[in-house]
């Protein structure tokens, strides 16, 4: 079983900064693509970023230049720089990843941080 736990969360002026960790722990051999979705109320899931385990990145339009996604495979841990941010950020943040316990790949998500942005 693998476990994803995410921190960092919180209440921010809008043009301020907050950093999201999310570290995993478990039955884990190797963990291929990362990932930060959110969830604002009323809509739907949305990928906010991902990086793939050669560090490749991808990027929603909407936060483009402002986010940053990182990974440090030695601690298993994903990471969400968020600079720059607004009200329309507001929303819970999930982590993703894709795990290989030696015999299966599975998709994991961690419990979400709550980001609420004020203007």
């Known amino acids: 079983q693998v476990q994803l736990v995410e921190s960092g969360g919180g209440l921010v002026q809008a043009g301020g900064s907050l950093r999201l960790s999310c570290a995993a722990s478990?039955?884990?051999?190797?963990?291929?693509?990362m990932g930060w979705y959110r969830q604002a109320p009323g809509k739907q899931r949305e990928l906010v970023a991902t990086i793939t385990s050669d560090k490749t990145t991808n990027y929603a339009d909407s936060v483009k230049g402002r986010f940053t996604i990182s990974r440090d495979n030695a601690k298993l841990t994903v990471y969400l720089q968020m600079n720059s941010l607004k009200p329309e950020d507001t929303a819970v943040y999930y982590c993703n990843m894709g795990v290989y316990d030696g015999h299966v790949y599975s998709n994991y998500w961690g419990q979400g941080t709550q980001v609420t942005v004020s203007s």
């Open positions: 478990g039955s884990i051999f190797s963990i291929r693509a």
